[in-house]
Each structure stands twice: as structure tokens, then as C-alpha cells.
């Protein structure tokens, strides 16, 4: 998709990787709309976009997600692209993480991101695409750390299945699947205590890469052994 004039709704704008998503793409000349949780840190990001639309959601009210992308694409009469970049984590060993905690994860970074697509697939047209953050641990499920591990390989799934379902509509699916990420979300669990972390990628530079990926219709966006960020056309 060509990103200058594309209006891009990025939900979860109030997070760093968020957040640096929505300024690389307006920076090459997208409309952008901002989605949060927080509406005082909404307010905050929108700050630096005059006049672009809000729109408020909680991840665990599916009709308050459907509200954000209808609400976006009325002020910017349509979408092109809808990225979803809010997520949650918690940490322990799978007995201590309780099953609300489990529930929670699931509703955070599965069910919502499906609430905002199943939205975005009723309004956008051919050329358009949905793009979402999983997470490394999508493929490679970690030691406590199993409860976010299985949400993000269950969005993965979805992600899977849903792009062979959008293709003949004209939609692209956008996997975003980085490794560990210096934005502090390890910092801010639902529960448990990160374990000690190496250093993390840049946000900044991995939100370049997202850019690039819309761009260049790619189905996915990983991240190699090095730490930089790779876009693949195809998902397999
Ligand atoms: N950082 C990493 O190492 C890493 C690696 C791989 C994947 N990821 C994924 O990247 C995404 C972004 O994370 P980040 O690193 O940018 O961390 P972040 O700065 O903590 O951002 C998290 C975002 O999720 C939002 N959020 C959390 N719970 C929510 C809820 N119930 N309803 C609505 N919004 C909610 C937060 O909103 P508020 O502003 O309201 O809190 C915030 O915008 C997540 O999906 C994460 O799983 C991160």
C-alpha cells in the first residue's frame, strides 16, 4: 500500500511500540487515528498529530473495539490500514498464574485484536491491511511464561487462518513478531516479575521496519538472530 495519504488507525497508540508505529507512518505521510485505553495518555499521543481522530477501547469490551474502528474510519471517511499494538504480559510458572490472570491474557492479546479485525473486515477495501503484534514467543513458547506465550501463538493462528479468508476480499494480513523490545512492557506485567532480560531491540527502529512492511504488502515482519528487523512478503 502506498503510505502517503493512507489513513492508518494504530490501536494501543499510547504504548511505546505503539506510539512509534504511529509517528514512523505519519512521518511518511499518513493519516493517522489514534486507539487507548487511557484517556489521558491518549490525549497525550494525539498531542502531536493536530486534529486526527481517537477513539477510546478497553480490550476486555470486544463492542468497545468494534466502536474504535467505526468511529476512526467515519472521521477519516474510510481506512486503509488498521495495526493493532496494544498487548498485555505476566510472568510465573504456569501453577502460580491463576486462571483469571490466564483469562485476562487472552482477552487482551487475542480476543480484542480478533473484535478490532472482525470490525475492520466489514469496512475496508481491496488494498487495505490489518496488521497486529504477536511476539516471538508465538513460535518459540517460553518457560513462565506459558499463559502469554499460548495468546499470542493463538493470535498467530487466527492471523494464519484469517489472511487465506481476506485474500480474495483484496485485504493483506500483517504478522508483526519481534523478539524482546527496549520499551519497558516486561516492566509492566499483570502479574509476576520479569526474569532478568538481555537488552532489547529498538522501538524506533523496528516501527521503521513495520512502515516498510505496509508498504510492501509483506504478510509478516520477524526478527533475526541479530536483532534486526527482517519483512517477508510471504508468511511461508
Ligand atoms: N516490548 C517487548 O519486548 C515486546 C516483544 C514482542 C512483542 N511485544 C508486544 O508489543 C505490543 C506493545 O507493547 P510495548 O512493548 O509497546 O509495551 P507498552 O508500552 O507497555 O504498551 C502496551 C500497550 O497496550 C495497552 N494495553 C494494555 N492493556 C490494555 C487493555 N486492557 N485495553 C487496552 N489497551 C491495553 C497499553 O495501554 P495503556 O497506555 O492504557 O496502558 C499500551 O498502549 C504488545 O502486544 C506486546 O505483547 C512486545
Keep these: 500500500m502506498e503510505l502517503s495519504g493512507a489513513r492508518v488507525m494504530v490501536a494501543g497508540a499510547t504504548g511505546v511500540l505503539g506510539g512509534a508505529i504511529t509517528a514512523e507512518v505519519a512521518g511518511r505521510g499518513a493519516l493517522v487515528a489514534l486507539a487507548g485505553r487511557d484517556p489521558s495518555r491518549l490525549a497525550h499521543a494525539a498531542r502531536s498529530y493536530p486534529g486526527a481522530p481517537t477513539a477510546r ?4 469490551d470486544p463492542a468497545s473495539c468494534a466502536r474504535a474502528v467505526h468511529d476512526t474510519a467515519a472521521a477519516l471517511q474510510g481506512l486503509d490500514a488498521v495495526v493493532i499494538a496494544f498487548g498485555t504480559v505476566a510472568f510465573g510458572a504456569a501453577q502460580e498464574v491463576g486462571d483469571e490472570v490466564a483469562e485476562h491474557l487472552m482477552a487482551v492479546n487475542h ?52 489472511r487465506r479468508e481476506a485474500r480474495s476480499a483484496g485485504v493483506g494480513v500483517l504478522e508483526i513478531r519481534p523478539g524482546h523490545l527496549d520499551t519497558g512492557f516486561a516492566q509492566r506485567p499483570v502479574a509476576g516479575t520479569a526474569p532478568p532480560l538481555p537488552g532489547g531491540g529498538d522501538p524506533r527502529q523496528l516501527a521503521a521496519a513495520v512502515a516498510d512492511a505496509l508498504a510492501a504488502d509483506a504478510e509478516l515482519l520477524r526478527t533475526s538472530p541479530d536483532g534486526t528487523p527482517v519483512v517477508e512478503r510471504r508468511s511461508r
Design 111 to 162: 480476543l480484542a485484536p480478533a473484535a478490532f479485525f472482525r470490525a475492520a473486515l466489514g469496512i475496508l477495501r481491496p488494498g487495505s491491511v490489518v496488521a497486529a503484534v504477536t511476539g516471538v514467543v508465538a513460535e518459540r513458547p517460553q518457560p513462565r511464561m506459558a499463559d502469554y506465550s499460548a495468546s499470542k501463538a493463538a493470535l498467530r493462528a487466527w492471523l494464519d487462518a484469517v
Design 57 to 60: 477501547f478497553d480490550a476486555y
